[in-house]
Protein backbone atom coordinates (compact mmCIF):
# COMPACT_ATOMS: atom_id res chain seq x y z
CA UNK A 1 0.00 0.00 0.00
CA UNK A 2 1.72 3.15 1.12
CA UNK A 3 5.57 2.05 1.25
CA UNK A 4 7.86 4.28 -0.97
CA UNK A 5 9.66 3.16 -3.79
CA UNK A 6 13.30 3.80 -5.04
CA UNK A 7 12.96 6.15 -8.75
CA UNK A 8 14.73 4.99 -12.01
CA UNK A 9 17.02 7.66 -13.39
CA UNK A 10 16.47 10.14 -16.67
CA UNK A 11 19.11 10.45 -19.58
CA UNK A 12 21.45 12.53 -19.09
CA UNK A 13 20.82 13.82 -22.41
CA UNK A 14 17.37 14.93 -21.35
CA UNK A 15 18.17 16.12 -17.89
CA UNK A 16 20.72 19.22 -19.52
CA UNK A 17 18.24 19.64 -21.88
CA UNK A 18 15.14 20.28 -19.12
CA UNK A 19 17.78 22.44 -16.99
CA UNK A 20 18.17 25.11 -20.38
CA UNK A 21 14.13 25.24 -20.33
CA UNK A 22 13.97 25.68 -16.78
CA UNK A 23 17.74 26.30 -15.55
CA UNK A 24 18.82 24.59 -12.33
CA UNK A 25 16.29 25.39 -10.16
CA UNK A 26 13.76 24.74 -11.54
CA UNK A 27 14.99 20.95 -12.33
CA UNK A 28 15.04 18.80 -8.82
CA UNK A 29 16.68 15.87 -7.77
CA UNK A 30 16.89 15.72 -4.36
CA UNK A 31 15.50 13.09 -2.07
CA UNK A 32 14.05 15.17 0.15
CA UNK A 33 12.00 16.75 -2.31
CA UNK A 34 11.17 14.05 -4.52
CA UNK A 35 9.95 11.87 -1.26
CA UNK A 36 7.79 15.25 -0.47
CA UNK A 37 6.47 14.68 -3.76
CA UNK A 38 6.03 11.10 -3.84
CA UNK A 39 1.86 10.78 -3.68
CA UNK A 40 -1.55 12.64 -3.00
CA UNK A 41 -3.95 11.66 -0.08
CA UNK A 42 -5.06 8.27 -1.83
CA UNK A 43 -3.98 5.06 -0.78
CA UNK A 44 -2.30 4.80 -4.10
CA UNK A 45 1.38 3.34 -3.70
CA UNK A 46 3.64 5.88 -2.80
CA UNK A 47 6.48 6.76 -5.63
CA UNK A 48 9.21 8.88 -5.57
CA UNK A 49 9.66 10.68 -8.64
CA UNK A 50 12.59 10.64 -10.83
CA UNK A 51 12.79 14.25 -11.15
CA UNK A 52 10.77 17.58 -9.90
CA UNK A 53 9.76 20.13 -12.87
CA UNK A 54 9.12 23.51 -11.43
CA UNK A 55 8.19 25.93 -14.57
CA UNK A 56 7.65 29.30 -13.58
CA UNK A 57 5.52 29.81 -17.12
CA UNK A 58 3.17 28.41 -19.19
CA UNK A 59 5.78 28.50 -21.92
CA UNK A 60 8.27 26.47 -20.36
CA UNK A 61 5.43 24.35 -19.04
CA UNK A 62 4.84 23.73 -22.84
CA UNK A 63 8.07 23.60 -23.78
CA UNK A 64 9.14 20.60 -21.03
CA UNK A 65 6.08 18.70 -23.37
CA UNK A 66 7.63 18.67 -26.25
CA UNK A 67 11.49 17.82 -24.61
CA UNK A 68 9.61 14.88 -22.89
CA UNK A 69 7.83 13.67 -26.13
CA UNK A 70 10.64 13.85 -28.07
CA UNK A 71 12.39 11.44 -25.57
CA UNK A 72 9.29 9.68 -24.47
CA UNK A 73 9.91 10.33 -21.06
CA UNK A 74 6.12 10.35 -18.89
CA UNK A 75 5.54 13.09 -16.67
CA UNK A 76 3.04 13.25 -13.89
CA UNK A 77 1.14 16.51 -13.28
CA UNK A 78 1.21 17.66 -9.69
CA UNK A 79 -0.67 20.34 -8.10
CA UNK A 80 -1.28 20.79 -4.27
CA UNK A 81 -1.28 16.83 -4.04
CA UNK A 82 -4.41 16.95 -1.91
CA UNK A 83 -6.32 14.64 -4.74
CA UNK A 84 -7.70 11.52 -3.37
CA UNK A 85 -7.66 9.25 -6.19
CA UNK A 86 -3.72 8.69 -6.70
CA UNK A 87 -3.95 10.48 -9.78
CA UNK A 88 -0.94 12.51 -9.15
CA UNK A 89 0.90 9.88 -7.52
CA UNK A 90 4.24 9.24 -9.70
CA UNK A 91 4.81 5.66 -11.63
CA UNK A 92 7.73 3.90 -11.89
CA UNK A 93 10.20 6.42 -13.94
CA UNK A 94 7.89 9.37 -14.30
CA UNK A 95 9.18 12.82 -13.65
CA UNK A 96 6.68 15.15 -11.90
CA UNK A 97 5.56 18.78 -13.40
CA UNK A 98 4.87 21.05 -10.85
CA UNK A 99 2.42 24.15 -10.97
CA UNK A 100 3.31 25.35 -7.44
CA UNK A 101 5.65 28.16 -8.98
CA UNK A 102 2.79 29.40 -11.58
CA UNK A 103 1.57 31.04 -8.68
CA UNK A 104 0.44 34.59 -9.90
CA UNK A 105 -3.07 36.09 -9.65
CA UNK A 106 -2.90 37.75 -12.72
CA UNK A 107 -6.01 40.03 -12.86
CA UNK A 108 -9.30 40.65 -11.31
CA UNK A 109 -11.49 42.23 -13.73
CA UNK A 110 -13.88 44.41 -10.99
CA UNK A 111 -15.99 45.24 -13.86
CA UNK A 112 -17.35 42.01 -15.63
CA UNK A 113 -16.69 39.58 -12.61
CA UNK A 114 -13.56 37.33 -13.90
CA UNK A 115 -10.01 35.98 -12.42
CA UNK A 116 -7.49 35.45 -14.65
CA UNK A 117 -5.07 33.07 -12.24
CA UNK A 118 -2.39 30.73 -12.96
CA UNK A 119 -3.27 26.97 -12.36
CA UNK A 120 -1.19 27.05 -9.21
CA UNK A 121 -2.95 29.52 -7.24
CA UNK A 122 -3.83 28.27 -4.13
CA UNK A 123 -7.51 28.21 -3.97
CA UNK A 124 -7.87 29.86 -0.46
CA UNK A 125 -5.82 32.47 -1.57
CA UNK A 126 -7.50 32.97 -4.65
CA UNK A 127 -10.73 33.46 -2.58
CA UNK A 128 -9.15 35.28 0.15
CA UNK A 129 -7.65 37.89 -2.66
CA UNK A 130 -11.32 38.34 -4.51
CA UNK A 131 -13.07 38.84 -1.27
CA UNK A 132 -10.67 41.90 -0.45
CA UNK A 133 -12.23 42.88 -3.96
CA UNK A 134 -15.52 42.35 -2.93
CA UNK A 135 -16.05 39.94 -5.06
CA UNK A 136 -16.24 35.97 -4.70
CA UNK A 137 -14.92 32.53 -5.76
CA UNK A 138 -17.64 30.10 -4.71
CA UNK A 139 -15.64 26.88 -4.40
CA UNK A 140 -14.71 25.67 -1.08
CA UNK A 141 -14.12 22.36 0.11
CA UNK A 142 -11.62 20.98 2.86
CA UNK A 143 -8.29 20.77 1.19
CA UNK A 144 -8.55 24.75 0.18
CA UNK A 145 -5.18 25.71 2.38
CA UNK A 146 -3.06 23.23 -0.16
CA UNK A 147 -5.22 22.33 -3.17
CA UNK A 148 -4.81 24.66 -6.40
CA UNK A 149 -7.32 26.11 -8.98
CA UNK A 150 -5.58 24.09 -11.51
CA UNK A 151 -5.91 20.80 -9.82
CA UNK A 152 -9.74 21.81 -9.29
CA UNK A 153 -10.22 22.35 -12.49
CA UNK A 154 -8.24 18.90 -13.59
CA UNK A 155 -10.72 17.28 -11.27
CA UNK A 156 -13.69 18.93 -11.75
CA UNK A 157 -14.20 19.74 -7.89
CA UNK A 158 -17.13 20.05 -6.10
CA UNK A 159 -17.35 20.91 -2.69
CA UNK A 160 -19.69 22.60 -0.04
CA UNK A 161 -21.57 24.75 -2.08
CA UNK A 162 -22.44 23.01 -5.47
CA UNK A 163 -26.16 23.26 -4.81
CA UNK A 164 -26.04 27.24 -5.17
CA UNK A 165 -22.96 27.99 -8.09
CA UNK A 166 -22.05 24.49 -9.90
CA UNK A 167 -18.84 22.03 -10.06
CA UNK A 168 -15.76 23.86 -11.48
CA UNK A 169 -17.06 23.04 -14.70
CA UNK A 170 -19.88 26.04 -14.46
CA UNK A 171 -16.88 28.13 -12.66
CA UNK A 172 -14.24 27.96 -15.46
CA UNK A 173 -15.02 30.58 -18.39
CA UNK A 174 -11.59 30.33 -20.09
CA UNK A 175 -8.60 28.05 -19.90
CA UNK A 176 -5.13 27.41 -21.40
CA UNK A 177 -3.52 24.24 -21.60
CA UNK A 178 0.05 22.76 -22.96
CA UNK A 179 -0.76 19.87 -24.97
CA UNK A 180 1.42 17.06 -24.36
CA UNK A 181 2.79 17.65 -28.00
CA UNK A 182 4.47 21.41 -26.64
CA UNK A 183 1.68 23.51 -28.06
CA UNK A 184 -0.10 26.24 -26.46
CA UNK A 185 -3.76 25.76 -26.42
CA UNK A 186 -4.79 29.63 -25.27
CA UNK A 187 -8.84 29.98 -24.95
CA UNK A 188 -8.79 32.80 -21.91
CA UNK A 189 -12.42 33.68 -22.95
CA UNK A 190 -13.98 36.19 -20.45
CA UNK A 191 -17.45 36.67 -21.96
CA UNK A 192 -19.99 34.70 -20.45
CA UNK A 193 -21.85 33.51 -23.70
CA UNK A 194 -19.76 32.11 -26.61
CA UNK A 195 -21.47 30.05 -29.09
CA UNK A 196 -18.39 29.72 -31.34
CA UNK A 197 -18.08 25.91 -31.93
CA UNK A 198 -16.98 22.70 -29.79
CA UNK A 199 -16.34 24.40 -26.20
CA UNK A 200 -13.25 22.61 -26.35
CA UNK A 201 -12.20 23.80 -22.41
CA UNK A 202 -14.42 20.96 -21.22
CA UNK A 203 -12.11 18.81 -22.83
CA UNK A 204 -9.46 19.60 -20.51
CA UNK A 205 -11.81 20.21 -17.29
CA UNK A 206 -12.34 16.84 -15.35
CA UNK A 207 -9.71 15.14 -17.26
CA UNK A 208 -7.98 14.30 -14.71
CA UNK A 209 -4.52 15.67 -16.69
CA UNK A 210 -4.92 13.19 -19.06
CA UNK A 211 -4.83 15.84 -22.14
CA UNK A 212 -3.15 18.57 -20.91
CA UNK A 213 -1.51 20.30 -18.78
CA UNK A 214 -3.67 23.66 -17.36
CA UNK A 215 -1.75 26.69 -17.28
CA UNK A 216 -4.06 29.37 -16.90
CA UNK A 217 -7.53 29.90 -16.07
CA UNK A 218 -9.85 32.70 -16.69
CA UNK A 219 -12.96 31.99 -13.45
CA UNK A 220 -16.14 33.02 -13.27
CA UNK A 221 -16.92 35.42 -10.05
CA UNK A 222 -19.92 36.00 -8.30
CA UNK A 223 -20.77 39.06 -5.96
CA UNK A 224 -19.55 38.73 -2.20
CA UNK A 225 -22.51 36.99 -0.30
CA UNK A 226 -22.40 40.24 2.95
CA UNK A 227 -24.74 37.71 5.09
CA UNK A 228 -24.35 34.40 6.14
CA UNK A 229 -26.45 32.09 8.11
CA UNK A 230 -26.22 28.23 9.04
CA UNK A 231 -27.74 25.90 11.12
CA UNK A 232 -27.72 22.21 12.49
CA UNK A 233 -30.85 20.17 12.17
CA UNK A 234 -31.14 17.06 13.86
CA UNK A 235 -33.91 15.04 11.50
CA UNK A 236 -35.88 11.91 11.98
CA UNK A 237 -34.97 10.24 9.15
CA UNK A 238 -33.41 10.49 5.58
CA UNK A 239 -36.86 11.04 4.27
CA UNK A 240 -37.10 14.00 6.13
CA UNK A 241 -34.02 15.54 4.63
CA UNK A 242 -35.11 15.12 1.22
CA UNK A 243 -38.26 17.01 1.88
CA UNK A 244 -36.19 19.46 3.97
CA UNK A 245 -34.14 19.97 1.18
CA UNK A 246 -37.18 20.23 -1.64
CA UNK A 247 -38.67 22.37 0.88
CA UNK A 248 -35.69 24.81 1.51
CA UNK A 249 -35.07 25.15 -2.06
CA UNK A 250 -38.37 26.73 -2.48
CA UNK A 251 -38.31 28.39 0.00
CA UNK A 252 -34.89 29.90 0.35
CA UNK A 253 -33.72 30.57 -2.46
CA UNK A 254 -30.52 31.78 -0.93
CA UNK A 255 -29.65 28.21 0.17
CA UNK A 256 -25.48 27.62 -0.47
CA UNK A 257 -24.88 24.36 1.21
CA UNK A 258 -27.15 21.48 2.28
CA UNK A 259 -24.79 18.83 3.85
CA UNK A 260 -25.78 15.46 5.12
CA UNK A 261 -24.29 13.71 8.12
CA UNK A 262 -24.97 10.32 9.12
CA UNK A 263 -25.48 9.56 13.02
CA UNK A 264 -21.98 7.16 12.51
CA UNK A 265 -20.38 10.51 11.11
CA UNK A 266 -21.57 12.67 13.64
CA UNK A 267 -20.24 10.21 16.68
CA UNK A 268 -16.72 9.94 14.91
CA UNK A 269 -16.71 13.51 14.37
CA UNK A 270 -17.35 14.37 18.00
CA UNK A 271 -14.76 11.38 18.98
CA UNK A 272 -12.22 12.44 16.57
CA UNK A 273 -12.05 16.20 16.82
CA UNK A 274 -13.04 16.36 20.20
CA UNK A 275 -16.47 17.90 19.60
CA UNK A 276 -19.27 18.67 22.21
CA UNK A 277 -22.33 17.08 21.23
CA UNK A 278 -24.75 19.78 19.72
CA UNK A 279 -27.97 18.18 20.96
CA UNK A 280 -28.76 16.88 24.01
CA UNK A 281 -30.32 13.62 22.21
CA UNK A 282 -28.39 11.33 19.14
CA UNK A 283 -30.65 11.24 15.83
CA UNK A 284 -30.45 9.41 13.00
CA UNK A 285 -29.23 11.75 10.93
CA UNK A 286 -28.15 15.37 10.66
CA UNK A 287 -28.84 18.36 8.11
CA UNK A 288 -26.19 21.40 7.72
CA UNK A 289 -27.61 23.92 5.92
CA UNK A 290 -26.12 27.48 5.14
CA UNK A 291 -27.68 30.65 3.00
CA UNK A 292 -26.16 33.20 1.53
CA UNK A 293 -27.27 36.99 0.74
CA UNK A 294 -27.38 40.43 1.42
CA UNK A 295 -29.09 41.10 4.78
CA UNK A 296 -27.72 39.18 8.27
CA UNK A 297 -30.91 40.05 10.19
CA UNK A 298 -33.40 39.33 7.98
CA UNK A 299 -31.97 35.97 6.67
CA UNK A 300 -31.68 34.85 9.76
CA UNK A 301 -34.80 35.73 10.68
CA UNK A 302 -36.03 33.82 7.43
CA UNK A 303 -33.82 30.68 8.19
CA UNK A 304 -35.33 30.73 11.79
CA UNK A 305 -38.58 30.87 10.80
CA UNK A 306 -38.71 28.73 8.43
CA UNK A 307 -36.82 25.94 10.62
CA UNK A 308 -39.03 26.20 13.50
CA UNK A 309 -41.91 25.58 11.99
CA UNK A 310 -40.25 22.82 10.64
CA UNK A 311 -39.76 21.75 14.13
CA UNK A 312 -43.52 22.28 14.94
CA UNK A 313 -44.70 19.72 12.31
CA UNK A 314 -42.51 17.27 12.73
CA UNK A 315 -40.14 17.15 9.99
CA UNK A 316 -37.12 18.86 12.02
CA UNK A 317 -36.41 17.23 15.41
CA UNK A 318 -34.43 19.83 16.84
CA UNK A 319 -31.94 22.51 15.20
CA UNK A 320 -29.82 25.03 16.10
CA UNK A 321 -28.94 28.11 14.43
CA UNK A 322 -25.95 30.30 14.52
CA UNK A 323 -26.32 33.40 15.84
CA UNK A 324 -22.71 34.32 14.95
CA UNK A 325 -19.87 33.71 12.70
CA UNK A 326 -18.10 31.63 15.36
CA UNK A 327 -21.03 29.75 15.91
CA UNK A 328 -21.48 28.76 12.10
CA UNK A 329 -17.55 28.19 12.53
CA UNK A 330 -18.35 25.40 15.48
CA UNK A 331 -21.59 23.88 13.47
CA UNK A 332 -19.03 23.43 10.23
CA UNK A 333 -15.99 21.40 12.42
CA UNK A 334 -18.39 18.70 12.80
CA UNK A 335 -18.60 18.59 8.84
CA UNK A 336 -15.01 19.61 9.01
CA UNK A 337 -13.31 17.13 10.93
CA UNK A 338 -12.90 14.87 7.70
CA UNK A 339 -9.87 15.90 7.17
CA UNK A 340 -8.25 14.52 10.33
CA UNK A 341 -10.46 11.48 9.55
CA UNK A 342 -8.46 10.92 6.56
CA UNK A 343 -5.76 11.16 8.33
CA UNK A 344 -6.48 8.84 11.64
CA UNK A 345 -8.40 5.85 9.30
CA UNK A 346 -5.71 5.20 6.95
CA UNK A 347 -5.32 2.81 5.52
CA UNK A 348 -8.89 3.69 4.19
CA UNK A 349 -11.53 3.38 1.12
CA UNK A 350 -12.81 7.44 0.46
CA UNK A 351 -15.87 7.13 -2.03
CA UNK A 352 -17.28 10.23 -3.61
CA UNK A 353 -20.37 8.78 -5.15
CA UNK A 354 -22.94 9.97 -7.61
CA UNK A 355 -26.54 8.11 -6.12
CA UNK A 356 -30.50 9.54 -7.82
CA UNK A 357 -32.03 11.29 -4.57
CA UNK A 358 -35.00 8.20 -4.78
CA UNK A 359 -32.25 5.56 -4.36
CA UNK A 360 -30.50 7.33 -1.53
CA UNK A 361 -31.68 5.77 1.44
CA UNK A 362 -31.92 2.30 0.39
CA UNK A 363 -28.18 2.62 -0.84
CA UNK A 364 -26.93 3.52 2.22
CA UNK A 365 -28.79 0.89 4.27
CA UNK A 366 -27.75 -1.83 1.92
CA UNK A 367 -23.92 -0.35 1.78
CA UNK A 368 -24.05 -0.24 5.55
CA UNK A 369 -25.84 -3.43 6.63
CA UNK A 370 -22.75 -4.89 4.25
CA UNK A 371 -19.87 -3.30 5.62
CA UNK A 372 -20.75 -3.77 8.50
CA UNK A 373 -21.57 -7.53 8.39
CA UNK A 374 -18.52 -8.19 6.70
CA UNK A 375 -16.10 -5.69 8.41
CA UNK A 376 -17.37 -5.01 11.62
CA UNK A 377 -13.79 -4.06 13.50
CA UNK A 378 -14.02 -1.13 10.81
CA UNK A 379 -15.64 2.21 11.11
CA UNK A 380 -17.93 3.48 7.99
CA UNK A 381 -19.20 6.53 7.87
CA UNK A 382 -21.77 8.24 5.63
CA UNK A 383 -22.17 11.69 4.77
CA UNK A 384 -21.56 14.26 1.76
CA UNK A 385 -23.65 17.11 -0.20
CA UNK A 386 -26.62 15.28 -0.38
CA UNK A 387 -28.11 18.63 -2.20
CA UNK A 388 -26.42 16.77 -5.18
CA UNK A 389 -27.02 13.62 -4.69
CA UNK A 390 -23.36 13.12 -3.96
CA UNK A 391 -22.50 10.28 -0.94
CA UNK A 392 -19.24 10.14 0.70
CA UNK A 393 -18.36 6.53 2.76
CA UNK A 394 -15.24 6.44 4.53
CA UNK A 395 -13.99 3.27 5.81
CA UNK A 396 -11.29 2.28 7.29
CA UNK A 397 -8.59 1.71 9.01
CA UNK A 398 -8.58 -1.70 6.82
CA UNK A 399 -5.33 -3.76 7.64
CA UNK A 400 -4.71 -5.28 3.76
CA UNK A 401 -4.67 -3.96 0.31
CA UNK A 402 -7.08 -6.73 -0.17
CA UNK A 403 -9.44 -5.94 2.44
CA UNK A 404 -9.83 -2.30 0.68
CA UNK A 405 -10.52 -4.23 -2.64
CA UNK A 406 -13.10 -6.03 -1.22
CA UNK A 407 -14.60 -2.80 0.24
CA UNK A 408 -14.75 -1.18 -3.17
CA UNK A 409 -16.00 -3.81 -5.16
CA UNK A 410 -19.17 -3.91 -2.78
CA UNK A 411 -20.10 -0.01 -3.55
CA UNK A 412 -19.15 0.14 -6.73
CA UNK A 413 -21.37 -2.44 -7.37
CA UNK A 414 -24.55 -1.17 -5.39
CA UNK A 415 -23.72 2.12 -7.12
CA UNK A 416 -24.38 0.49 -10.62
CA UNK A 417 -27.03 -1.41 -9.57
CA UNK A 418 -28.88 2.18 -8.91
CA UNK A 419 -27.44 3.91 -12.28
CA UNK A 420 -25.40 6.49 -10.12
CA UNK A 421 -21.57 7.86 -10.43
CA UNK A 422 -18.63 6.15 -9.12
CA UNK A 423 -16.86 9.55 -8.71
CA UNK A 424 -18.98 12.57 -8.62
CA UNK A 425 -16.08 14.66 -7.29
CA UNK A 426 -12.79 13.48 -6.72
CA UNK A 427 -12.17 11.67 -9.75
CA UNK A 428 -10.89 8.53 -11.31
CA UNK A 429 -7.04 8.21 -11.19
CA UNK A 430 -6.00 5.25 -10.24
CA UNK A 431 -7.78 3.96 -7.61
CA UNK A 432 -11.43 3.53 -9.29
CA UNK A 433 -9.69 3.05 -13.07
CA UNK A 434 -10.90 -0.99 -12.53
CA UNK A 435 -14.36 0.23 -11.70
CA UNK A 436 -15.08 2.98 -14.34
CA UNK A 437 -17.17 0.52 -16.40
CA UNK A 438 -19.89 0.05 -13.85
CA UNK A 439 -20.08 4.08 -15.05
CA UNK A 440 -19.32 4.74 -17.98
CA UNK A 441 -19.99 2.55 -20.94
CA UNK A 442 -17.72 0.92 -23.71
CA UNK A 443 -18.33 3.22 -26.55
CA UNK A 444 -17.68 6.36 -24.19
CA UNK A 445 -14.56 4.59 -23.21
CA UNK A 446 -13.17 3.56 -26.80
CA UNK A 447 -13.98 7.73 -27.05
CA UNK A 448 -12.08 8.82 -24.44
CA UNK A 449 -9.63 6.48 -25.63
CA UNK A 450 -9.59 8.20 -28.92
CA UNK A 451 -8.64 11.46 -27.90
CA UNK A 452 -6.01 10.41 -26.00
CA UNK A 453 -4.39 8.98 -28.56
CA UNK A 454 -4.81 11.77 -30.56
CA UNK A 455 -3.37 14.68 -27.73
CA UNK A 456 -0.59 12.51 -27.02
CA UNK A 457 0.23 10.21 -29.25
CA UNK A 458 3.63 9.37 -27.52
CA UNK A 459 1.15 8.30 -24.60
CA UNK A 460 3.33 10.62 -21.59
CA UNK A 461 1.09 12.56 -20.24
CA UNK A 462 -0.43 11.27 -16.80
CA UNK A 463 -0.62 8.03 -18.62
CA UNK A 464 -2.67 5.07 -17.14
CA UNK A 465 -5.15 7.91 -14.60
CA UNK A 466 -8.79 7.27 -15.47
CA UNK A 467 -8.32 4.31 -18.45
CA UNK A 468 -5.20 1.97 -19.04
CA UNK A 469 -2.86 3.14 -21.38
CA UNK A 470 -3.10 2.00 -25.29
CA UNK A 471 0.11 3.23 -25.83
CA UNK A 472 3.79 2.66 -24.60
CA UNK A 473 6.26 4.39 -24.17
P1 LIG B 1 -3.59 17.16 -7.21
O1 LIG B 1 -3.95 16.22 -6.12
O2 LIG B 1 -2.19 17.62 -7.26
O3 LIG B 1 -3.96 16.49 -8.62
C1 LIG B 1 -5.24 15.95 -8.87
C2 LIG B 1 -5.31 15.46 -10.34
O4 LIG B 1 -5.29 16.59 -11.23
C3 LIG B 1 -4.12 14.60 -10.76
O5 LIG B 1 -4.54 13.69 -11.73
C4 LIG B 1 -3.15 15.60 -11.37
O6 LIG B 1 -2.27 14.99 -12.29
C5 LIG B 1 -4.11 16.58 -12.05
N1 LIG B 1 -3.64 17.96 -12.10
C6 LIG B 1 -3.30 18.78 -11.07
N2 LIG B 1 -3.00 20.01 -11.53
C7 LIG B 1 -3.17 19.97 -12.88
C8 LIG B 1 -3.02 20.93 -13.92
N3 LIG B 1 -2.64 22.19 -13.68
N4 LIG B 1 -3.28 20.54 -15.20
C9 LIG B 1 -3.68 19.27 -15.47
N5 LIG B 1 -3.82 18.32 -14.53
C10 LIG B 1 -3.58 18.67 -13.24
N6 LIG B 1 -12.65 17.36 -3.76
C11 LIG B 1 -13.87 17.80 -4.11
O7 LIG B 1 -14.19 17.85 -5.30
N7 LIG B 1 -14.78 18.19 -3.17
C12 LIG B 1 -14.50 18.15 -1.84
O8 LIG B 1 -15.35 18.49 -1.02
C13 LIG B 1 -13.20 17.73 -1.45
N8 LIG B 1 -12.86 17.74 -0.15
C14 LIG B 1 -11.60 17.35 0.19
C15 LIG B 1 -11.24 17.41 1.54
C16 LIG B 1 -9.95 17.04 1.93
C17 LIG B 1 -9.56 17.12 3.39
C18 LIG B 1 -9.01 16.57 0.97
C19 LIG B 1 -7.63 16.17 1.34
C20 LIG B 1 -9.38 16.52 -0.37
C21 LIG B 1 -10.66 16.89 -0.77
N9 LIG B 1 -11.05 16.87 -2.10
C22 LIG B 1 -12.29 17.31 -2.46
C23 LIG B 1 -10.13 16.33 -3.14
C24 LIG B 1 -9.12 17.35 -3.68
O9 LIG B 1 -8.84 18.35 -2.80
C25 LIG B 1 -9.59 17.94 -4.97
O10 LIG B 1 -9.73 16.90 -5.91
C26 LIG B 1 -8.67 19.03 -5.55
O11 LIG B 1 -9.37 19.61 -6.63
C27 LIG B 1 -7.32 18.54 -6.04
O12 LIG B 1 -6.47 19.65 -6.30
P2 LIG B 1 -4.88 19.54 -6.19
O13 LIG B 1 -4.29 20.82 -6.68
O14 LIG B 1 -4.47 19.11 -4.83
O15 LIG B 1 -4.59 18.41 -7.26
ZN1 LIG C 1 -16.95 16.23 -1.09
Given at each position: MAEIETPAGVANELRDALRSVLGDAGVVSDPALLAARSGDWSEATKMPPALVLLPRTPQQVADVLALCARHRQRIVVQGGLTGLAGGATPAPAEVALSLARLDRIEDIDAVGGTATVQAGVVLEELQARVESQDWYFPLDLGARGSCQVGGNAATNAGGNRVIRYGTMRELVQGIEVALPDGRLLT???????????????HLFIGAEGTLGVITRLVLKLSPRPTASSAALCALPSFEAATRLVRDMRRALPGLSAFEVMWSDFMEAAQEIGGLRPAFAEASPVYALVETQGARQEEDRDQLERFLGEALEAGSVSDVVVAQSQGDAHRLWAYRETIGEMLGQLKPHAAFDVGVPMAAMDSFVRTVRDALQSRFPAQRHLFFGHIGDGNLHVLSGPHGSAESLHRVEQLVYEAVGAVGGSISAEHGIGVVKKEFLHFTRSDAELELMRSLKALLDPAGILNTGRVFAPTTSV
Amino acid sequence: MAEIETPAGVANELRDALRSVLGDAGVVSDPALLAARSGDWSEATKMPPALVLLPRTPQQVADVLALCARHRQRIVVQGGLTGLAGGATPAPAEVALSLARLDRIEDIDAVGGTATVQAGVVLEELQARVESQDWYFPLDLGARGSCQVGGNAATNAGGNRVIRYGTMRELVQGIEVALPDGRLLTMMNRVTKNTTGVDLKHLFIGAEGTLGVITRLVLKLSPRPTASSAALCALPSFEAATRLVRDMRRALPGLSAFEVMWSDFMEAAQEIGGLRPAFAEASPVYALVETQGARQEEDRDQLERFLGEALEAGSVSDVVVAQSQGDAHRLWAYRETIGEMLGQLKPHAAFDVGVPMAAMDSFVRTVRDALQSRFPAQRHLFFGHIGDGNLHVLSGPHGSAESLHRVEQLVYEAVGAVGGSISAEHGIGVVKKEFLHFTRSDAELELMRSLKALLDPAGILNTGRVFAPTTSV
